[in-house]
């Protein structure tokens, strides 16, 4: 079946503008969530989607960073009034719950986003 | 702050000897540890798993070690093969009673298997 997939695969923006980053999860996984690797960096969580529940936003930067999940399944990430330091690359994974430990999250292949 | 640390950003082995990543972290409150694997260009792949009642998990090729007293945690792979070449990511998630399952990861290193 096919894995996680997101769009587009690279973004570039003038600062300033927003950006809508999409991800389809693995048909079936119920948990979805959102990480951004910064050049140098590691994978840092940004927000986690469980079924009906209410999103852990615990990540998100700034209040410019907002996401959504429509009909428990895709999702969207939006970044307004976008700054240089953005820039990164966004990857989205899905697992089957998050209850129970160990739930293996399976990652698209990234949105890399560059603001000039 | 960086609760996952992976100190070596890269790491060169010979193909069919051992290759061998390490990993620390600080927070007490984790119990459960994965290392994934990346290609350029493609997500995260996972790789292999240890829960904290643990202390070594093998799979194949690949085995985990961990050393709760130290917060060190540790990936075998024997033997190394070129089509091992690639960031290896260690990750970690703690138990903090909601739901969230997030990973906490390292920086990554990154393996190259020299033929």
């Known amino acids: 079946g096919a894995g996680v997939s997101q769009s587009p695969s690279n973004k570039v923006t003038e600062k300033g503008k927003d950006v809508e980053l999409r991800c389809d999860p693995i048909s079936g996984h119920t948990a979805l969530y959102w990480y951004r690797q910064s050049l140098g960096q590691g994978l840092e969580f940004l927000i986690y989607?469980?079924?009906?529940?209410?999103?852990?936003k615990s990540g998100l930067p700034s209040d410019r960073f907002s996401a959504e999940r429509t009909g428990g399944s895709v999702s969207t990430l939006t970044i307004q009034r976008t700054q240089q330091e953005d820039s990164a690359v966004y990857l989205c994974a899905s697992s089957l719950a998050a209850q129970g430990r160990g739930e293996t999250q399976y990652f698209g292949p990234g949105t890399r986003l560059l603001v000039l | 702050d960086q609760q996952v640390k992976q100190n070596s950003p890269s790491l060169s082995v010979q193909e069919g000897r051992i290759s061998i990543l390490n990993c620390d972290y600080t927070?007490?409150?984790?119990?459960?540890f994965l290392w994934y694997k990346k290609y350029p260009a493609e997500g995260p792949t996972f790789l292999i798993s240890i829960s904290s009642i643990k202390d070594k998990n093998e799979d194949g090729r690949f085995t985990v070690f961990l050393n709760k007293s130290a917060k060190h945690l540790s990936l075998h792979i024997v033997p190394s093969q070129p089509g091992d070449s690639a960031v290896y990511f260690c990750a970690a998630s703690a138990k903090t009673g909601g739901a969230t399952n997030k990973l906490i990861f390292g920086t990554g290193t990154l393996l190259a298997v020299q033929p």
């Open positions: 989607f469980q079924g009906n529940s209410a999103p852990d």
């Open positions: 927070n007490s409150m984790f119990d459960y």
